[in-house]
């Protein structure tokens, strides 16, 4: 092989290992990031239920009206 031939392969193993290294960051990234969508969800689920449950109690309340002197 010539100089410049094994140059240039090294220059491909440089750029793919730097590339590796990339995507592997991202993949990293991009877990952490749907752990947090996943808490995310669940809480608004749960803020969800409880404003559900909120309504449910103060429909069973009696309706706001006027008082008498309107």
Do not use: G, W
Not at 4 to 11: A, C, F, G, L, Q
Not at 13 to 34: C, G, K, P, S, Y
Not at 44 to 53: G, I, N, Q, S, T
């Amino acid at each position: 092989m010539t100089r410049d031939t094994v140059e240039r392969i090294e220059r491909l193993e440089e750029q793919a290992a730097h590339q590796e290294r990339t995507i592997e960051d991202l993949n990293e990234v991009i877990t952490a990031q749907a752990r947090q969508l996943d808490a995310l969800a669940r809480k608004v689920a749960a803020l969800a239920e409880h404003v559900d449950e909120l309504e449910d109690l103060s429909v069973s309340q009696a309706p706001v009206t006027r008082p008498p002197h309107y």
